[in-house]
């Protein structure tokens, strides 16, 4: 069995959204995922990265078609309501959800999508917290990678743009696209 990989990214819906929310989410599949790469650099604007959020309708349109050909799985964590001033906090709670729900899919290895050296050290100290708490295991891989590097990055922002869009718009997710997403909800107190 190929040893399964998750490209990890974030947003947040701020803009439009009756309530504030922050997405954090993965795209699992194998490590070596050759064709959805390809896929991926086909939508994107020559030499840089692709976002949802640059995407016009059609473009849009095209990723929601493309997503579920990729033979990937995702797992979103949403956070709401989402306090500008617990921004951390709200991120935080995210991140060791997630990691948690992959390390119960067995996920190897994870590609978090690099902010900035501060936050991903940040996000390193999470980690080593995470491990000595054994809320992952020891041998999870994490490691932190600029987005226009893996365009395997542009699919977790691609399903959280979908999941954006339909939770400001008050609409289902795409029905292809739902079927592939593990939702989780994290009530913000």
């Given at each position: 069995?190929?040893?399964?990989?998750?490209?990890?990214?974030?947003?947040?819906?701020?803009?439009?959204?009756?309530?504030?929310?922050?997405?954090?989410?993965?795209?699992?599949?194998?490590?070596?995922?050759?064709?959805?790469?390809?896929?991926?650099?086909?939508?994107?604007?020559?030499?840089?990265?692709?976002?949802?959020?640059?995407?016009g309708?059609?473009?849009?349109a095209?990723?929601?078609?493309?997503?579920?050909?990729?033979?990937?799985?995702?797992?979103?964590?949403?956070?709401?309501?989402?306090?500008?001033?617990?921004?951390?906090?709200?991120?935080?709670?995210?991140?060791?959800?997630?990691?948690?729900?992959?390390?119960?899919?067995?996920v190897?290895?994870?590609?978090v999508?690099?902010?900035?050296?501060?936050?991903?050290?940040k996000?390193?100290?999470?980690?080593?917290?995470?491990?000595?708490?054994?809320?992952?295991?020891?041998?999870?891989?994490?490691?932190?990678?600029?987005?226009?590097?893996?365009?395997?990055?542009?699919?977790?922002?691609?399903?959280?743009?979908?999941?954006?869009?339909?939770?400001?718009?008050?609409?289902?997710?795409?029905?292809?696209?739902?079927?592939?997403?593990?939702?989780?909800?994290?009530?913000?107190?």
């Amino acid at each position: 069995m190929a040893s399964l990989c998750a490209w990890v990214d974030e947003s947040m819906r701020i803009r439009g959204a009756e309530v504030p929310i922050h997405f954090l989410g993965a795209s699992i599949g194998s490590s070596e995922p050759a064709e959805a790469s390809v896929l991926l650099r086909q939508l994107a604007p020559r030499g840089n990265k692709l976002h949802w959020r640059d995407l016009g309708a059609n473009g849009k349109a095209r990723a929601a078609a493309l997503l579920p050909q990729l033979g990937l799985r995702h797992v979103v964590v949403s956070a709401a309501p989402l306090v500008p001033a617990k921004q951390k906090r709200a991120r935080g709670l995210s991140f060791e959800r997630l990691l948690w729900e992959l390390a119960q899919r067995e996920v190897a290895r994870v590609v978090v999508e690099s902010r900035s050296p501060s936050q991903d050290r940040k996000d390193l100290k999470r980690v080593d917290g995470l491990r000595s708490r054994a809320v992952i295991p020891r041998d999870m891989r994490v490691e932190w990678v600029p987005g226009i590097e893996d365009p395997m990055l542009w699919a977790p922002d691609l399903v959280r743009g979908a999941l954006g869009d339909a939770y400001v718009d008050r609409v289902d997710a795409p029905p292809a696209l739902a079927e592939q997403v593990t939702r989780i909800d994290i009530k913000l107190a």
